[in-house]
């Protein structure tokens, strides 16, 4: 099955700076690739996407790229704010297969110094 | 984005007990929806996958009979944690999918914290 690996697990960088999260994935069937930010005590929120068609998406501050060959996808978060500050989880999925579902990473904790 | 909503938000109860925890799509239908468990600084872990109508599909190593799962309808799924113990309290969050997206989006609820004491 799936397996998504994400890096770093902690992540620790000052105002204005960015912020790089790193994503492997196993299957080469994964063709959906979604970032969720959570915060403390909250379910997590979809902040971006990208789809296998496509290798880069941006969104303001945010942006995702995809290397389908290297089985491997980023965030990319510029000129963090304090309020970036959550755990960030990146998923894989297969869509179109038996049950649509989602493999997470393991997270990183995002903490951006004032 | 489509809202999913979680009812209770916490609860806390006692050993042995069964607690029912339902997950709302409040402005779409969800035609499959989801269970998550997520111990403290840890990942989300699928438990279930249920579409409506029809029997949920477990992941390796959960108890169907203890987590009971109902999709009764469109909007509505229920996850009853029977008997609990300690070892239950976790945060569970659902998700749910309309089906009618070109891709498998899911939206997720605010999550129930779960305490067994």
């Known amino acids: 099955g799936e397996n998504v690996e994400q890096h770093p697990s902690t992540l620790s960088v000052q105002e204005g700076d960015s912020a790089v999260i790193k994503c492997t994935y196993s299957?080469?069937?994964?063709?959906?690739f979604p970032w969720y930010k959570q915060e403390l005590g909250k379910g997590p929120q979809l902040i971006i996407d990208?789809?296998?068609?496509?290798g880069e998406k941006k969104d303001q501050r945010i942006a995702v790229t995809l290397n389908k060959t290297a089985k491997h996808f980023s965030l990319h978060i510029t000129e963090t704010q304090p309020e970036d500050s959550a755990v960030y989880f990146c998923?894989?999925?297969?869509?179109?297969?038996?049950?649509?579902?989602?493999?997470f990473g393991t997270g990183t904790l995002l903490a951006v110094q004032p | 984005g489509a809202v999913v909503s979680q009812h209770p938000s916490w609860v806390i109860c006692k050993s042995g007990t069964s607690v029912k925890i339902e997950c709302r799509s409040l402005?779409?239908?969800?035609?499959?929806m989801f269970w998550y468990r997520q111990f403290p600084k840890q990942s989300l872990m699928l438990m279930a996958t249920?579409?409506?109508?029809?029997?949920?599909?477990?992941e390796q190593g959960v108890e169907k009979d203890k987590f009971l799962i109902n999709h009764a309808s469109l909007t509505l799924s229920t996850l009853t944690v029977t008997s609990a113990h300690p070892e239950d309290s976790s945060f569970y969050i659902c998700?749910?999918?309309?089906?009618?997206?070109?891709?498998?989006?899911?939206?997720f609820g605010p999550g129930t914290r779960l305490t067994v004491l």
């Open positions: 299957d080469s069937a994964s063709n959906y």
């Open positions: 402005d779409f239908q969800a035609t499959t």
């Open positions: 998700s749910g999918g309309s089906g009618r997206a070109i891709y498998n989006e899911q939206f």
């Open positions: 998923a894989a999925s297969i869509w179109g297969g038996a049950t649509n579902k989602l493999i």
């Open positions: 990208i789809r296998s068609n496509v």
């Open positions: 249920s579409n409506e109508g029809s029997k949920a599909t477990y």
